[in-house]
T-cell receptor, first 113, second 112 residues
Framework: GNSVTQMEGPVTLSEEAFLTINCTYT??????LFWYVQYPGEGLQLLLK?????DKGSNKGFEATYRKETTSFHLEKGSVQVSDSAVYFC????????????FGDGTTLTVKP | DADVTQTPRNRITKTGKRIMLECSQT?????MYWYRQDPGLGLRLIYY???????NKGEISDGYSVSRQAQAKFSLSLESAIPNQTALYFC???????????FGSGTRLTVV
């Protein structure tokens, strides 16, 4: 079946540092890949997505590239801010799982001033 | 108004009580889901529905039931609440599998 493995947290960075959160996946079909962000006390929000190999999703300074050869979708940001402190979830969706999404366990990011 | 609205936001209930969590959406999506979130366990799927007449169990459906009253409404019930059902519950909707989910703000349920 499908699975998503995320880099374990928590991750603590200083403001303006470079961020990478690793995500690898296993899927039998050709999945779409997503990153969601959950700010404290809120629900998950879709941050970015990519629907085919070599696509790059981007939003709010975050980027992730769909790498089929390495089955990865790592999240990056060049300069994090305190307001980026949140939990980040990697997810995939494909037709072999009736379109339901499979989520990683989440990575908690704390950015210190 | 939020695209996906969950009520209540917080609830404390006693063991053995029946409780209903409600979800309504204005996205016009056919697909709706209920997840629970526990610390260190990520999101686990309880039930999902791809249209009003299609209800399916997720990975942890025991102790829960759902009702899809309309395209826009999907309720989750705990027939007899127990303490290990204390968690954060999320409703989500989606259109097609490649568009991602829209989540509600969650219901924090405590069973004492």
């Amino acid at each position: 079946g499908n699975s998503v493995t995320q880099m374990e947290g928590p991750v603590t960075l200083s403001e303006e540092a470079f961020l990478t959160i690793n995500c690898t996946y296993t899927a039998t079909g050709y999945p779409s890949l997503f990153w969601y962000v959950q700010y404290p006390g809120e629900g998950l929000q879709l941050l970015l997505k990519a629907t085919k190999a070599d696509d790059k999703g981007s939003n709010k300074g975050f980027e992730a590239t769909y790498r089929k050869e390495t089955t990865s979708f790592h999240l990056e940001k060049g300069s994090v801010q305190v307001s980026d402190s949140a939990v980040y979830f990697c997810a995939l969706s494909d037709q072999t799982n009736a379109g339901k999404s499979t989520f990683g366990d989440g990575t908690t990011l704390t950015v210190k001033p | 108004d939020a695209d996906v609205t969950q009520t209540p936001r917080n609830r404390i209930t006693k063991t053995g009580k029946r409780i209903m969590l409600e979800c309504s959406q204005t996205k016009g999506h056919d697909r709706m889901y209920w997840y629970r979130q526990d610390p260190g366990l990520g999101l686990r799927l309880i039930y999902y529905s791809f249209d009003v007449k299609d209800i399916n169990k997720g990975e942890i459906s025991d102790g829960y039931s759902v009702s899809r009253q309309a395209q826009a409404k999907f309720s989750l019930s705990l027939e007899s609440a127990i303490p290990n059902q204390t968690a954060l519950y999320f409703c989500a909707t989606s259109d097609l599998d490649r568009t991602g989910y829209t989540f509600g703000s969650g219901t924090r349920l405590t069973v004492v």
